[in-house]
């Protein structure tokens, strides 16, 4: 049975919920030993202040870290299609298809803009756009979960240059009811003289260990977006600048930003995502970070808009 996946775009005003796959990560699940609980959304505008949260969260020792390369193991489904049914370790964390109280995570909304060149041949000015936000339905935390974006024609073939090469994006905590964004950019593929048209943008969230929030010390990571700086000669690479306040005691370490753009209406019309931005973004207290997206940035978007999620994770 295929893997159900979420259409793009869909209006702020409805939720698609989708199934998680998962195995048990033997990957993630080895990491159970050290790390901490931190949420990646946006906030609203702080005061101005460098003074870590008083008093600062010491990080837990019994959640999972992500890994060197900030990706987990991708669960997979049994031959007969279902999910592998769920499965509990020492550390007592769980993994399977909902959380142990029947939460799960779902997308919101998503969308996604095509722009650039539509003849051929090729060049890096044809691509797409994509954007999307997640929240956590559960009372646990879950950790590691990845989301893939697939790129699509009207025949549900593969519009993107090179389908293989895209990697799917781990988001490495996700707090009880937090609202994470992700954002990705894809080359447009050409057919017969022609650039291939984007009908649809598939979401699919694929995999999450579960652990209860009892006795684990939890915070917000939060951001606040700053300015949005348009630059090139077709005005769609960015620099994206951002405030991150960490209440935690010590460094966490930066797997990267995800950027989500909206259009004046706030639908979601895009997104991005640096892997090296702000490797000092999590740092305890408050500090000024900035994500590089090239060829990211569609001509619709309201600059004012943009949101920022900054992904820390511990070890």
Sequence with gaps: MATPTVNAPTSPRRRRRVIILVTVA??????????????LAPADRPPATDAVASPCVTPGSAVPTASAAGSATVPTASAAGSATAPAASAAGSVVGTTSPDGGELSIVESGFT?????????????????????????????????????????????????????????????????????GERHWVASRGGRRVEV?????TVTGATWLPVDGTPTAAVTTRHLDTARYGPDSIDATVSYEVLSPYCREL???????????????????????????????????????????????????????????????
């Design 26 to 39: 033997t990957a993630l699940l080895a990491m159970l030993g050290t790390g901490a609980a931190l949420a």
């Design 253 to 315: 370490t930066s797997t990267g930003a995800g950027i989500v753009f909206r259009d004046v209406a706030g639908v979601i019309v895009g997104g991005g995502f640096d892997p090296t931005a702000s490797r000092s973004g999590c740092l305890p207290g408050r500090h000024r970070q900035s994500a590089l997206l090239v060829r990211s940035l569609p001509p619709t978007a309201d600059d004012t808009r943009t949101e920022v999620h900054q992904y820390c994770a511990a070890g």
């Design 199 to 203: 009908a649809r943008v598939d979401v």
């Design 114 to 182: 095509q722009f650039g060149s539509a003849a051929a041949p090729i060049t890096r000015d044809a691509v797409v756009s994509t954007g999307a936000v997640i929240v956590n339905t559960s009372g646990h935390l879950a950790y590691g979960a990845t989301v893939s974006f697939r790129v699509l024609d009207a025949e549900g073939r593969p519009a993107s240059l090179d389908p293989a090469r895209e990697q799917p994006r781990q988001i490495p905590v996700i707090l009880p009811g937090q609202q994470v964004g992700v």
